[in-house]
C-alpha cells in the first residue's frame, strides 16, 4: 500500500498566512458592512509599473506572430534576462556570469524547490523569528531543524556561537519578519562559519531593494560568499510581481560540496524539472532592469517607505517598541501591556479593523511581538496608523 510523505503530520494544520486569511474571512462573513486595513501578508497594493506593462504588452504581440513567436524557454532562463541581472550585479560592484543566474517563478517557490539539492541528512539551520515557509519546506523535506532563537539583545541578528552544528543555514537579510539587516562584518562571521564546516547559506535577498543605509544587499558583496552561498530574490517586493511571478536565483560555480558542483546540479534539476519561465514574463521581468523601469519602481518603493514612516510615527508617538521599517517593509512592534501576538490580533481586528501578522506565527520567539507590512494601500495605511494611535493611546 502506498505510504504518504508522513512528515506532513509534522507541520502545523495549516500555513500561517492562510490560516490569517480564513480567520479574517470568517471575521468578515459576520460582520459585512467593515472595511479591512490589511496590512498583514506582504502583498504589494501598487499595480505594475508602466515599463513592465509595455513589455508585457509587447511580448504578448510577439507570441502573436510566427516570426516572433517563442516556444518552451531554456529552463534555467531566458539569456537577454540571465545577462540583464549579473549586469544589474555589476552595477554594485558585484561579478556574476550570467549562467550562475537561475530565473525562477519567485522566490517562495524556489526555497523550497532549491531543497532538492540536498540530502535529508543535513540540518536546517533557521534563525528565529523567521519566514514560515523555511519551517514547514524543511519539515515537509523531513530534515531535521535547528532553531536559532533571535530577540532584541542581539537587535533580532544572530551570529554564530560555539556548538552550534547545521549544514543549511538560512539567512534572510533584510529580514522578514523583524526587519533586522545584517552588516558586512556579521555576514562574513556566517560566511566563515559555513565556509570552515562545509555548510551552505541560502541567502534570502527578497527584499534587498529596500535597503537605504550602507548596508549589504547581496551576500556576494562580501568575500569568501562565492564557496558557500546561494541568494535567492524575487521582483514580487522589489517590482510589485506578487501575482505577476518572477525571481532568479545565484548559485556561484565555486559552489561544490561532496565533489558535486552546485551549479551544474540545479541545471541538471532545472532541466528535468521545468520548461522555464514564460517568455512573456521574462520580458516583463527584464524591464524592471531598464533605466526607465528602475526609476519607476523605486517610485513604487518610495510610496511604501512613505507608508512605513506614518506607521512608525504613530508608533513613535504612542511610544511603542518596534523595529525595521526603515530598511524593509516590515514593522516589527512588541505588543503592548504584555499582551500574546494572537490576543492582539483579534483586538486590532475587533476593535479597529486593521490586520497584521502574529509574532507567533513566525516561531515561538516571535510570541509577543506583531508584524506590519507597510505594502497596503497609502490611504489605508494612514487610517490604519491613526486608528492604531488611537487604541495604543488608550
Ligand atoms: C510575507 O508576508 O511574509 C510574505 O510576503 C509572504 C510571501 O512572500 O510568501
Known sequence: M?????????????????HIAQRTKAWLAEHPDKHLYRMGIGDVSLPLVPAVIAALHEAVDDQSEKNRFHGYMPECGAPFLRETI????????????????????????????????????????????????????????GREIVHLPSGPDNHFLPLPKEGLDADLIYLCSPNNPTGAVYNRDQLSQWIA????????????????????????????????????????????KTAGFTGTRLGYTVIPKDLERGGLNLN?????NRTTKTNGISYILQRGGAAVFTEEGRKQVLGNIRIYKENARVLMAALDEAGAHYWGGKNAPYIWMQCPNGMGSWEFFDKLLGEIQVVGTPGEGFGACGEGFFRFSTFGDPADTREAAKRLLNLLRK
Do not use: H
Not at 534587498?208 to 550602507?214: G, Q, S
Open 264 to 268: 551544474a546540479m540545479w541545471i541538471r
Open 193 to 236: 562559519w559555513a565556509n570552515a564546516r562545509g555548510a551552505v547559506i541560502l541567502f534570502d535577498a527578497a527584499y534587498e531593494a529596500f535597503i537605504e543605509e550602507d548596508l549589504p544587499r547581496s551576500i556576494f558583496e562580501i568575500p569568501g560568499a562565492r564557496t558557500c552561498a546561494i541568494e535567492i530574490c524575487s521582483l514580487s
Open 86 to 141: 549579473s549586469e544589474y550585479y555589476q552595477k554594485r560592484g558585484i561579478s556574476l556570469s550570467p549562467d550562475e543566474v537561475f530565473v525562477s517563478s519567485g522566490a517562495s517557490d524556489e526555497l523550497g524547490d532549491i531543497l532538492d539539492l540536498f540530502d535529508r541528512s543535513n540540518r536546517a539551520l533557521i534563525m528565529e523569528p523567521a519566514y514560515p515557509a523555511y519551517v514547514d519546506a524543511n519539515i515537509m523535506a
Open 2 to 18: 502506498l505510504t504518504p510523505n508522513l512528515s506532513y503530520a509534522n507541520l502545523k494544520e495549516s500555513y500561517l498566512f492562510y
